[in-house]
């Protein structure tokens, strides 16, 4: 079975500091892992997305997460917060791309002026 | 990308009775669509897949009977939780992917739902 770990429920940042919410999968089988953000009110939108591609991946809003197989993470960063990252973040892994997506627990980003 | 609608956004309802929610894909057709539930502070636990035309999917441990779903067209799928009570309060959330047979198109997520069952 697949599953993740997400290793911190909340994460603070100032502005204009980097960002680094950590994912750890568990998976029997090469997996697709993604990145969503959910914002109140507002359906859950994909960041980005690895499927045994390159293992470094863009996402949106200036986002990227690298997989690492050794350490089967799948870590997602960014250079620099901006107010309007606050939000929820969820890891998630699949099997078989989009067909049946396994989520995290989610990490609440606090992002202060 | 691809929108995806639900209605009700939130609904209140007594112990014991029924509550249908729509999960509607505006503008491309949903061969499968996906309901979620979501806990505070926790993840989203997949309920049901649901195909155009066929029956839905369940999850081991979700009641078939008490979470009735009904994918009836393209664009279109319902969530009815009958009898309701207290423990099916939740954020109910659907999502939806495009008519294709490739697995890396996207699910595409809707707003979610807020049932309080009083």
């Known amino acids: 079975a697949q599953s993740v770990t997400q290793l911190d429920s909340h994460v603070s940042v100032s502005e204009g500091t980097p960002v680094l919410l950590r994912c750890n999968y568990s998976?029997?089988?090469?997996?697709?892992l993604f990145w969503y953000v959910q914002h109140p009110n507002k359906g859950l939108q994909l960041l980005l997305k690895y499927t045994s591609a390159a293992t470094l991946v863009k996402g949106i809003n200036g986002f990227e997460a690298e997989f690492k197989k050794s350490e089967t993470s799948f870590h997602l960063t960014k250079p620099s917060a901006h107010m309007s990252d606050a939000a929820e973040y969820f890891c998630v892994v699949s099997l078989w791309g989009f067909q049946k997506l396994v989520f995290g627990t989610g990490t609440r980003l606090l992002v202060s002026p | 990308g691809a929108v995806v609608s639900q209605h009700p956004s939130r609904v209140i309802c007594k112990s014991g009775t029924s509550v249908k929610i729509e999960c509607r894909s505006l503008d491309f057709q949903a061969t499968t669509m996906f309901w979620y539930r979501q806990f505070p502070k926790k993840s989203l636990m997949l309920m049901a897949t649901?195909?155009?035309?066929?029956?839905?999917?369940?999850e081991q441990g979700v009641e078939k009977d008490k979470f009735l779903i009904n994918h009836a067209s393209l664009t279109l799928s319902t969530l009815t939780v009958t009898s309701a009570h207290p423990e099916d309060s939740s954020f109910y959330i659907c999502?939806?992917?495009?008519?294709?047979?490739?697995?890396?198109?996207?699910?595409?997520f809707g707003p979610g739902t807020r049932l309080t069952v009083l």
């Open positions: 999502s939806a992917r495009e008519k294709d047979e490739n697995i890396y198109n996207e699910q595409f």
């Open positions: 649901s195909n155009e035309g066929s029956k839905a999917t369940y």
């Open positions: 998976s029997s089988y090469s997996p697709s």
